[in-house]
């Protein structure tokens, strides 16, 4: 099919494809009958509903890696796997985990800025990096220095000033039941804060914005996106090339499109230099051979004996890649 076709036809193809969200779910229709405050007070539900959740995560991993198989919206699908080792975030609520899951795929061609500002906002990342525990009286760094150093601007281009000062911006977050984001308007922060050498009563939004407006922060971006679909040695020339292309609006998909249209993207140097994670190389066998597991529980088995379970990075730093999956 693809050989008659030039190199932009099969780009824009592949771009075309990916165009819609399509959301991954399972059925959590159990999950809105659910009382937490109940809950509270009663172990044994409070047992059953932790332990159905864990089945919940194991059927929506598996519903993961078959839409992975997919050939239709595959960028879309490849860049989901990206961000999630990006914006990485763990989260035992089986239906929280979906939503963020999907919020990541939403934005996954989108808007750098619209996708950092969505997940800040996600019930599982105010989980996962305390933001709930942030609030005026005493603030909650976790959050506004892994937003800075594994998010946006890397380690070293912040400083320890700048991450209270982003701090108080994030207090008082928190989120609904349903998972809805909401600001406690008591918890929070209204003061002015001086961030980046500007001082204003900044809001979560406007501190990304400011991180935004830093170059280092598209660099940063550049770098993770050169390394995980170009080569794990980045050429410094073709960073700068990206990196100015990307900090004019934060395009994803202008940014993709540009890799796949650059001629040194097809160079011998970037062919074969990169080692799949244990998730790409389940998904490839799949679509190879083809193969079908009769027990779909073997897949959960395969990855954790290749060290990479869907929704269970083992850490906020996420997974290494590279000669780490070499073991």
């Not at 809105?32 to 332990?51: C, F, R, S, T, V």
């Not at 990206?82 to 939403?106: E, G, I």
């Not at 001086?194 to 660099?219: E, P, S, V, Y």
């Amino acid at each position: 099919e693809l050989a008659d076709k030039s190199r932009e036809e099969v780009v824009n193809d592949l771009i075309y494809q990916s165009r819609r969200s399509e959301a991954l779910e399972i059925d959590h229709s159990d999950y809105e009958d659910i009382d937490p405050m109940a809950l509270m007070g009663d172990k044994a539900a409070l047992k059953k509903a932790i332990q159905d959740s864990g089945k919940k995560l194991k059927e929506l991993n598996i519903a993961w890696i078959n839409r992975l198989l997919k050939p239709k919206g595959l960028l879309r699908e490849k860049m989901t796997l990206f961000w999630a080792n990006h914006f990485v975030c763990r989260d035992n609520n089986s239906y929280l985990s979906q939503h963020y899951n999907n919020t990541l795929r939403t934005h996954a061609l989108g808007s750098f800025r619209s996708l950092t500002k969505a997940v800040s906002k996600e019930a599982s990342m105010i989980k996962y990096l305390n933001l709930k525990q942030n609030i005026r009286q005493h603030p909650n760094e976790n959050f506004a220095r892994e937003l800075m150093e594994l998010f946006t601007l890397g380690n070293h281009n912040y400083t320890e000033q700048d991450i209270k000062e982003a701090a108080r911006a994030f207090t008082g977050w928190s989120f609904k039941v349903n998972g809805d984001f909401f600001l406690r308007k008591n918890k929070h922060d209204y003061g002015d804060k001086t961030f980046f050498g500007k001082t204003g009563d900044f809001n979560g939004d406007d501190i990304i914005d400011i991180i935004l407006d830093q170059k280092q922060c598209a660099r940063f971006v550049c770098s993770k996106i050169y390394k995980y679909f170009v080569n794990p040695e980045i050429d410094n020339q073709r960073l700068e090339e990206l990196t100015t292309i990307f900090y004019k609006d934060y395009d994803i998909k202008n940014l993709m499109q540009h890799i796949f249209d650059s001629d040194w993207f097809y160079e011998d140097t970037n062919i074969g230099v990169k080692i799949k994670s244990p998730i790409e190389l389940l998904v490839g066998i799949q679509r190879t051979v083809p193969v079908e597991f009769e027990k779909r529980k073997q897949l959960i088995y395969l990855q954790k004996m290749m060290g990479q379970i869907l929704f269970y990075p083992p850490n906020v730093a996420g997974w290494k890649g590279d000669k780490n999956w070499i073991d």
